[in-house]
């Protein structure tokens, strides 16, 4: 659509969602904004679908704010159609179906983003699904593969087993030849987890996964402080603790003496702030390495549900209630 501007210009524009004022999910909006344009090294993207997560639920309420140079519609990740080329980039056609990690925009029917995150899709994974592996598959190559070096033979753990992260660890870490062990809230959904490989599963409610894990070699959290303690205590000899949120807490007590008899590691990482070169890196790792797992069926993308992308406020309550298995996508309606 081409709206005139009160001088008499006229400009471009799209759909997108935007956040009237910080608060719940009825402060988003479909509304229109002006349309995004490629760079140089940039390729500008035909949004197909993007995905909920859970960085999304505090950007609307205002406490996480986008990087700088950033979009400010949310939106960690998409999938598409490359509609436009930047100055510069090679490797890509107009009209090649993609997906991509976003540093935010992706709640939109266009995008742009650096060639360096774009993705080309998975073998047997359709241009809609695929929205739902960029930010799951960059987080948890770099930080169960890349940074925590798990290994043929380890133990491996990770914490909220059902959600978008926890489904592809599971898989990730079981075609890696690891022994999986999980958490999650309900019988129901533990065994889901077990379907997709988890080997030992702990119900967080009712359950200590330090008595029922023993010992782990690498540990992916998103709680924070909450279950920092236990994480440690869980830790095997030369584990690696890698802390991906803070839903339980931003602040903890970290026992040295602990982490210093076991050698133990404890690493936090953020993959939304890095650099270009960095978040391409690991883009580039994920192709090579992962995309072919994914491609064998050894990991597939599981989505819970599915909803219009103008409707993001019913996909923001889904995701905050919890009880979707697999990831929240959004799909634009043409």
Wanted: hydrophobic share 45%; with cysteine.
């Amino acid at each position: 659509m081409v709206p005139e501007l009160s001088n008499g210009i006229t400009v471009d524009c799209m759909r997108a969602i935007t956040v009237r004022e910080p608060g719940g999910p009825d402060v988003l909006e479909w509304t229109e904004v002006p349309d995004p344009a490629p760079g140089p090294g940039e390729v500008l993207i035909d949004v197909a679908a993007s995905a909920v997560n859970r960085a999304d639920l505090l950007q609307r309420q205002g406490l996480y704010p986008p990087p700088k140079g950033a979009s400010d519609v949310i939106g960690l990740e998409c999938s598409g159609t490359i509609a436009a080329l930047g100055e510069g980039v090679a490797g890509w056609n107009v009209g090649d179906e993609v997906c991509a990690l976003l540093a935010g925009g992706g709640y939109a029917e266009q995008v742009v983003v650096p060639a360096p995150q774009v993705l080309p899709l998975p073998a047997g994974v359709d241009v809609v699904t695929a929205a739902a592996l960029p930010e799951v598959a960059c987080t948890v190559w770099s930080n169960v593969v890349m940074d925590g070096r798990l290994k043929l033979g380890e133990t491996f753990l990770v914490h909220g087993g059902a959600g978008g992260i926890g489904t592809h660890a599971i898989q990730v870490a079981k075609a890696l030849g690891a022994t999986v062990a999980v958490t999650a809230g309900s019988a129901e959904r533990l065994a889901r987890c077990a379907e997709l490989g988890a080997d030992i599963t702990v119900n967080y409610r009712s359950q200590d996964f330090v008595a029922e894990v023993g010992q782990a070699d690498v540990v992916l959290d998103n709680m924070g402080a909450a279950y920092l303690g236990r994480n440690i205590d869980v830790l095997a000899p030369d584990g690696r603790l890698m802390i991906i949120g803070m839903q339980g807490g931003a602040k903890g007590e970290l026992p040295i003496g602990k982490l210093l008899t076991k050698r133990a590691m404890v690493m936090a990482t953020g993959l939304r702030g890095r650099s270009v070169e960095s978040k391409g890196a690991i883009v580039a790792q994920v192709r090579e390495h992962l995309w072919p797992l994914v491609g064998s069926g050894a990991v597939r993308p599981v989505v819970g549900e599915v909803v219009p992308m103008a409707d993001a406020a019913r996909a923001h309550r889904l995701l905050d209630e919890g009880d979707v298995f697999g990831k929240v996508l959004l799909r634009r309606e043409r």
